[in-house]
């Protein structure tokens, strides 16, 4: 990748300064052929600040609550809350990923949404994976190196931002995971890394709330609540007089509602590199 600016900003705070890092949660390998400085802001930093715990998803406390808020209550199934197209859709889904109707039934959109996802990523070296994000790579790296790792809010948190989207908008998630191609006038998977390549922040925002246009709450409860839960966190790491690298999703740093946004408007001088 060239080494022009990118998804990089710095904060200057007192004599420490705090990198925010736009991620990609979805690459290739061989994608993690970063500007040299990512690493440098890494090997700088002795805090480094991710949205959530990457492991958390694996505690027993957290998966029972999955389930609690993720699956349907005895006698109800997906089927009377999805219209006929989606349901054709999704069986079709589950017949090509032999993942059993009977299992997946039970499951509200939202949850089923992303185990859908999951279960599409393989070992090809050419398919995008959560395994291969940016995040996980520098977790992984923080956790090699000793690092002090903060989370800007709970995996609970992270499932809330989701499981709490009404059960009305929580089909376009669905959509969304079984849809093959692009809606029209929308852009790719691919047109999205090339974007983070770029640096583009505030048209990768748009993009992104562009696609929630007539499914807002979704876009308020994942994009817009959180960036203003975690500017308080944020702010508190400023204060410790450490170097610290932060790495959030791409989609929250752009736009009116992004973190460079709020950042800015706090009176903090940020520079994008």
């Not at 039934?105 to 990523?121: F, Y």
């Not at 048209?203 to 709450?217: G, P, S, V």
């Not at 170097?243 to 740093?253: Q, T, Y």
Request: proline residues 3%.
């Amino acid at each position: 990748m060239k080494d022009a600016k990118c998804f990089f900003w710095t904060i200057k705070i007192g004599y420490s300064t705090a990198f925010l890092v736009g991620s990609i949660h979805l690459m290739r390998k061989g994608m993690h052929l970063l500007p040299d400085k990512f690493e440098k802001a890494f090997s700088v930093s002795p805090i480094i600040a991710f949205e959530a715990n990457l492991e958390g998803a694996n505690t027993n406390e957290l998966k029972q609550y999955i389930q609690s808020v993720g699956v349907y209550p005895p006698g109800e199934t997906i089927w009377k809350n999805i219209s006929k197209k989606t349901q054709k859709e999704l069986l079709e889904k589950l017949s090509e990923i032999q993942f059993p109707v009977k299992v997946a039934e039970k499951i509200r959109p939202w949850l089923l949404s992303t185990m859908l996802e999951d279960k599409s990523e393989d070992d090809n070296d050419s398919k995008l994976q959560h395994a291969l994000g940016l995040d996980v790579y520098f977790f992984k790296k923080a956790k090699q190196e000793g690092k002090k790792i903060i989370f800007l809010e709970s995996a609970r948190d992270q499932v809330d931002c989701t499981a709490k989207i009404p059960a009305s908008q929580q089909e376009f998630l669905l959509k969304d995971a079984l849809r093959k191609e692009p809606m029209e006038g929308e852009i790719s998977l691919n047109e999205v890394i090339e974007l983070w390549q770029d640096g583009d922040a505030d048209t990768l925002e748009f993009h992104y709330r562009n696609h929630h246009k007539k499914q807002m709450k979704i876009y308020q409860n994942i994009i817009i609540n959180r960036n203003r839960g975690w500017l308080r966190k944020i702010e508190e790491l400023f204060q410790l007089g450490e170097n610290v690298m932060i790495i959030v999703g791409g989609g929250h740093v752009g736009g009116h509602d992004g973190l460079v946004r709020l950042l800015t408007d706090k009176g903090y001088q940020i520079v994008q590199e």
